[in-house]
């Protein structure tokens, strides 16, 4: 097996998912976005006829960030629970790349899927109550 090609792409593929994670995290959200909408509101002449507009739009923001996003959290568990599956994963395709047994594939499929469907459904912020279950 070629570990140099391997490497190559994955130090390729590591990078593509850094930069885009930078620029997912750099975006304005929330209070960001309304921070910038109240400076703008700021700098508008006071005869202007998209200060209602605007102020109207930073209320229902505000209104938003109050009821939604301040209340929307992760799973921390089941993040946990789904890396540690596909750390298993992985595992199991070392083994069966170095010992080519065909159970091994198997098992690793297996732990592969439940540790994607896992980070699929526990990475997204939702509204949880305080054990952490669904609203």
Same mark, same amino acid.
């Given at each position: 097996?070629?570990?140099?090609a391997i490497a190559t792409v994955a130090v390729g593929v590591i990078g593509l998912i850094g930069v885009m994670a930078q620029r997912r995290c750099n975006r304005a959200q929330g209070r960001d976005r309304a921070k910038a909408d109240l400076d703008r509101l700021a700098l508008l002449p006071e005869d202007s006829s998209v200060r209602e507009e605007l102020r109207n739009h930073i209320d229902e923001t505000i209104r938003h960030i109050i009821? *939604?996003?301040?209340s929307e959290r992760r799973d921390g568990f089941g993040i946990t629970l789904a890396?540690?599956? %596909?750390? *298993?994963?992985?595992?199991?395709?070392?083994?069966f790349i170095e010992h080519s047994g065909w159970w091994?594939? %198997?098992?690793?499929?297996?732990?592969l899927v439940f540790g994607l469907v896992g980070l699929a459904s526990d990475v997204p912020r939702r509204q949880r109550d305080s054990q952490g279950r669904r609203v």
């Open positions: 097996m070629d570990w140099k009821s *939604v996003e301040d890396s540690v599956f %596909l750390i *298993v994963s992985a595992g199991f395709a070392y083994y091994l594939a %198997l098992a690793g499929a297996f732990f």
